[in-house]
């Protein structure tokens, strides 16, 4: 950023899921180059239930030897259906999930599915083998900026206990925020509303 756009020093980095990763990297690699940090619904590795997880899915892409020919074949499309309805899982509260009927979860499940046709299954590929690499944990001491933490105690990949919790021993001046939303106040599929729960907590924490 120093070299294209002569920027020092950044106020703040935010990331949710994946990007967390990318927050917690920065920080631990960069420890000097931002003043505060907020991570939401990550982890500082992939380990227990997600490693199992992606490794599953690395092993399903592997399975076809078209990923490694040079002519796009028509399994690769159907591939692509398949992993995104193992992806659907992580979009799911435990809530949402024990309290919709049949009917509805096939319902959510295929608007998933239909919304992810066009994901390109060479970044499923990539993206799996970053996330199996993703391990930050030796590198957390060094972060200087202060840090808020927001997770969601009731979604399918997040393990607050071994995860989550633990960060706080790791980090100085971390703060961490587990929420217990109810159905009715917090859409998971509502970018606005995840949005608006961010800024709500950069607020409270009077992140400035």
């Known amino acids: 950023m120093k070299e294209k756009f002569d920027i020092d020093n950044v106020l703040a980095i935010i990331g949710e899921g994946i990007g967390g990763c990318e927050v917690f990297t920065w920080a631990a690699e960069y420890p000097d180059y931002m003043e505060h940090i907020v991570s939401l619904n990550n982890m500082s590795k992939l380990s227990g239930r997600n490693y199992v997880f992606f490794k599953s899915i690395e092993a399903i892409l592997e399975s ?10 028509s399994s690769l499309s159907q591939l692509v259906v398949v992993i995104n309805r193992l992806l659907f899982l992580n979009y799911l509260s435990r809530d949402q999930l024990a309290n919709a009927s049949r009917e509805e979860v096939d319902a959510m499940l295929e608007d998933f599915v239909e919304a992810g046709l ?5 970044d499923l590929k990539y ?19 202060s840090t808020l933490i927001v997770t969601t105690s009731d979604l399918f990949y997040m393990d607050i206990e071994n995860d989550v919790l633990p960060l706080e021993g ?7 925020k587990v929420i217990t ?11 606005n509303d995840s949005i608006y729960k961010i800024l709500s907590f950069v607020n409270e924490y009077e992140i400035e």
């Open 181 to 191: 939303p109810e159905a009715e106040e917090f859409d998971y599929n509502n970018k």
């Open 170 to 176: 790791t980090i100085d001046n971390v703060v961490i």
């Open 118 to 122: 066009f994901r390109d299954i060479f």
């Open 64 to 73: 076809n030897d078209a990923l490694y020919s040079d002519v796009y074949d």
């Open 127 to 145: 993206l799996t083998k970053c996330l199996l690499e993703y391990d930050v944990v030796d590198k957390l001491s060094n972060i200087k900026a």
